[in-house]
T-cell receptor, first 109, second 114 residues
Framework: AQRVTQPEKLLSVFKGAPVELKCNYS??????LFWYVQYSRQRLQLLLR??SRESIKGFTADLNKGETSFHLKKPFAQEEDSAMYYC???????????FGKGTLLTVNP | NAGVTQTPKFQVLKTGQSMTLQCAQD?????MSWYRQDPGMGLRLIHY???????DQGEVPNGYNVSRSTTEDFPLRLLSAAPSQTSVYFC?????????????FGEGSRLTVL
């Protein structure tokens, strides 16, 4: 079965520091990969997807097929980045999106 | 547009009771799905539907039923609630399959089973 691993439950950084949220997937093919974010008291929402190759709110994520990773990065964290982040993978399925367990990011002033 | 609307937002049940979590979307999305969110477990797919009249199981379907009689609505039924079903439930829709399209989530329904 498809697995998405986010090894850090909690991640705490200071404002202005770089941040990297790790994500590894188990699918051997070419999955569709996403990062979703849930800010406090807001709905879960899409942050970015690897096929778009875009930067959203300063975040980028690079697919590394050799390491089966899709880490989320931002060079300078802001307090408003504090949220729960979920990595998700299609695992080759058109209809089933598998989520990781999530990483709670706290950006301290 | 309201997007994805879930009701109720909170519910307390006793073991063995039944209930239905409602989900409606006004975006004419073909794909709809139900997830449950548990601490330390992330989001797990319960059931999904790719269009009216078509449903399929996700990762954790046991204890839940769904139906899709219209494009707009995708209710989740608990036939005999158990404490293990205490969770936050999210409904999500997508203009295409969840894997290739953006999932639009509801606000969640927090269910407690005593």
């Amino acid at each position: 079965a498809q697995r998405v691993t986010q090894p850090e439950k909690l991640l705490s950084v200071f404002k202005g520091a770089p941040v990297e949220l790790k994500c590894n997937y188990s699918y051997s093919g070419s999955p569709e990969l996403f990062w979703y974010v849930q800010y406090s008291r807001q709905r879960l929402q899409l942050l970015l997807r690897h096929i778009s190759r875009e930067s959203i709110k300063g975040f980028t994520a690079d697919l590394n097929k050799g390491e089966t990773s899709f880490h989320l990065k931002k060079p300078f964290a802001q307090e408003e980045d504090s949220a729960m982040y979920y990595c998700a993978s299609s695992g080759g399925s058109n209809y089933k999106l598998t989520f990781g367990k999530g990483t709670l990011l706290t950006v301290n002033p | 547009n309201a997007g994805v609307t879930q009701t109720p937002k909170f519910q307390v049940l006793k073991t063995g009771q039944s209930m239905t979590l409602q989900c409606a979307q006004d975006m004419n999305h073909e794909y709809m799905s139900w997830y449950r969110q548990d601490p330390g477990m992330g989001l797990r797919l319960i059931h999904y539907s790719v269009g009216a009249g078509i449903t399929d199981q996700g990762e954790v379907p046991n204890g839940y039923n769904v139906s899709r009689s219209t494009t707009e609505d995708f209710p989740l039924r608990l036939l005999s609630a158990a404490p293990s079903q205490t969770s936050v439930y999210f409904c999500a829709s997508s203009p295409s399959g969840g894997a290739f399209g953006e999932l639009f989530f509801g606000e969640g329904s927090r269910l407690t089973v005593l």
